[in-house]
T-cell receptor
């Protein structure tokens, strides 16, 4: 089956413009995560969706960042009025989240979108 | 507070030698532990996990990791390193009582294997 896909793979934008990044999770995965990774650095958690529950937005760095997940599947991360410090690789991951019992909790990552703000 | 530590920013190993990438954690209860690898310009790939059972778990590419509850560690190991193992390695942990399924991530360790 297909893995997590993200588009575009690369995005160059001018400072002040809005950008939309897309994530298609693995079919059937109810949990979806967005992370940001600066060059050679660790993962910075941004936002988490689980089923129909309200998303955990605790990692969003500012109100310029927002995300939605339509129909429990595809997610879009939007950055408004981009700044140069937004330049990074944005990673999406999905996982099969089941309450109770032993299940597969590992996250499966997409290839990422490299965002460059000039 | 729950946390994961990867005490080494970088590990250098000669090809053919054994390698160890260290990870320690602090969580409530029995943890679920994971290792991921990120090759240059690639997304993260799942390597292995410990949920329950045998403390020694084997994963992809000949890697293994040992869960040590008393030392709260989950070090990644490989008996004989390959140049192609050079990558960024991340340890992650989840507390099973955590209902939101999020992983807590280490900062990553850059592994360099020299020929």
């Amino acid at each position: 089956g297909a893995g997590v896909s993200q588009s575009p793979s690369n995005k160059v934008t001018e400072k002040g413009k809005d950008v939309e990044l897309r994530c298609d999770p693995i079919s059937g995965h109810t949990a979806l995560y967005w992370y940001r990774q600066s060059l050679g650095q660790g993962l910075e958690f941004l936002i988490y969706f689980q089923g129909n529950s309200a998303p955990d937005k605790s990692g969003l760095p500012s109100d310029r960042f927002s995300a939605e997940r339509t129909g429990g599947s595809v997610s879009t991360l939007t950055i408004q009025r981009t700044q140069q410090e937004d330049s990074a690789v944005y990673l999406c991951a999905s996982s099969l989240a089941i309450s109770g019992g032993v299940s597969s909790y590992e996250q499966y990552f997409g290839p990422g979108t490299r965002l460059t703000v000039t | 507070a729950q946390s994961v530590a990867q005490p080494e920013d970088q590990v250098n190993v000669a090809e053919g030698n054994p390698l160890t990438v260290k990870c320690t954690y602090s969580v409530s209860g029995n943890p679920y532990l994971f290792w991921y690898v990120q090759y240059p310009n690639r997304g993260l790939q799942f390597l292995l996990k410990y949920i329950t059972g045998d403390n020694l778990v084997k994963g992809s590419y000949g890697f293994e990791a040992e869960f040590n509850k008393s030392q709260t560690s989950f070090h990644l190991k490989k008996p004989s390193a390959l140049v192609s193992d050079s990558a960024l390695y991340f340890c992650a942990v989840r507390a099973p009582a955590d209902s939101n399924y999020q992983l807590i991530w280490g900062a990553g360790t850059k592994l360099i294997i020299k020929p």
